[in-house]
């Protein structure tokens, strides 16, 4: 699902998905499953709907928004409902995570406690050596 470009040039996070990228969500939900999809909504202002799903998809990127749309190919026989969506946008936010890790650590216990004890003994805190063992 190509998801329109924004123009947003404001720092403050949007409190709503841009207009253009529900439309572009809606318009593939309508396409994978035609009726059954505006069916759910009868007898509510789709307006209103539109707008409570921006609020709700606008913590997650693009590439997570497109992942649970995938999902949704792939697994959804039905039209899904907002919270399958978001629970789909979670598993996404995990598989797409960016967040930096850590290396494992390169040296085994007992040599970080040596090396430890040696730093303190060179700072002239010999006395702390006790508790680093």
Do not use: H
Request: hydrophobic residues 35%.
């Amino acid at each position: 699902m190509p998801l329109p470009a924004t123009n947003e040039t404001s720092q403050q996070k949007p409190s709503a998905l841009p207009e253009t990228w529900i439309s572009a969500l809606f318009d593939q939900l309508s396409a994978m499953y035609g009726n059954r999809f505006t069916d759910m909504w009868r007898g509510i202002d789709p307006n209103k709907i539109r707008q409570v799903w921006a609020e709700r998809l606008v913590v997650y990127p693009p590439q997570v928004l497109k992942y649970a749309l995938e999902q949704c190919k792939d697994t959804m026989p039905s039209p899904p409902s907002l919270p399958q969506f978001v629970a789909f946008c979670r598993m996404g936010m995990n598989r797409f995570d960016s967040t930096p890790k850590l290396p494992p650590p390169t040296m085994d216990r007992e040599t970080a406690r040596v090396r430890l004890q040696q730093c303190l003994e060179k700072s002239g805190f010999k006395s702390l050596c006790k508790d680093a063992k």
